[in-house]
């Protein structure tokens, strides 16, 4: 299986700032099946980034994605109160489709 | 307007089997492959596996081989999630989503919660 280890577990920032969230995988994932959702409690899981870098529709350009092989990462550029939810990668190049352990991010 | 709606919460007690239903809306549901994906209390997503409401071919998780069915029924549009041999590890909140061929899902039910409990 694709073990896929997000870091780190919890960030807490104020509005505003930025957000770094890394995803590292246990092999090398091809970017186009690499995904980024957030979720929120009581929410379905929302889809933000797909093939690592392409926003889903209606996603803010806040909202941005990087990497490749091993290494993704998602960015929140300007941090807003709503952007408060866990965060979760997921790569679906190899069964089973496997998701991250999650970042959760606090706004302060 | 897409949209994907699943049945009620259920409680069942251990080595039972429950099954969850969930019906798309907004789009030709043979185009798109249907996705479970579980959250435990305090847990992450976790992959279950998928079908293809076409030729109803499916995909699972090894982890649940032998107790999950997949299966769909075209007449009305529903896909649903069946799962046995029940035990408090299952208790969970149960999503479905759809995905276009080999892609990220994209749209999600609401979940539905199973409990397991005596």
């Known amino acids: 299986d694709t073990v896929l280890t997000q870091s780190p577990g919890t960030l807490s920032l104020s509005p505003g700032e930025r957000a770094i969230l890394s995803c590292r995988a246990s092999q090398s994932v091809t970017s186009v099946y690499l995904a980024w959702y957030q979720h929120k409690p009581g929410r379905a899981p929302r889809l933000l980034i797909y093939?690592?870098?392409s926003r889903a529709t209606g996603v803010p350009d806040r909202f941005s994605g990087s990497g490749s092989g091993t290494d993704f990462s998602l960015t929140i550029s300007r941090l807003e109160p709503e952007d408060s939810a866990v965060y979760y990668c997921?790569?679906?190049?190899?069964?089973?489709?496997?998701f991250g352990g999650g970042t959760k991010v606090e706004i302060k | 307007q897409v949209q994907l709606a699943q049945s009620g919460a259920e409680v069942k007690n251990p080595g039972a089997s429950v099954k969850v239903s969930c019906k798309p809306s907004?789009?030709?549901?043979?185009?798109?492959?249907i996705h479970w994906v579980r959250q435990a209390p305090g847990q992450g997503l976790e992959w279950m596996g998928w079908i293809n409401p076409k030729t109803g071919g499916t995909n699972y998780a090894q982890k649940f081989e032998g107790r999950v069915s997949l299966t769909r029924d075209t007449s009305i549009a529903a896909a649903y999630l069946g799962l046995s041999r029940l035990t408090s590890d299952d208790t969970a909140v149960y999503y479905c989503a759809r995905a276009f061929g080999r892609s990220s899902p994209d749209h999600w039910g609401q979940g539905t919660l199973v409990r397991v409990s005596s």
């Open positions: 907004g789009y030709a549901f043979s185009d798109f492959y």
């Open positions: 997921q790569q679906f190049e190899s069964s089973p489709l496997t």
């Open positions: 093939g690592a870098y």
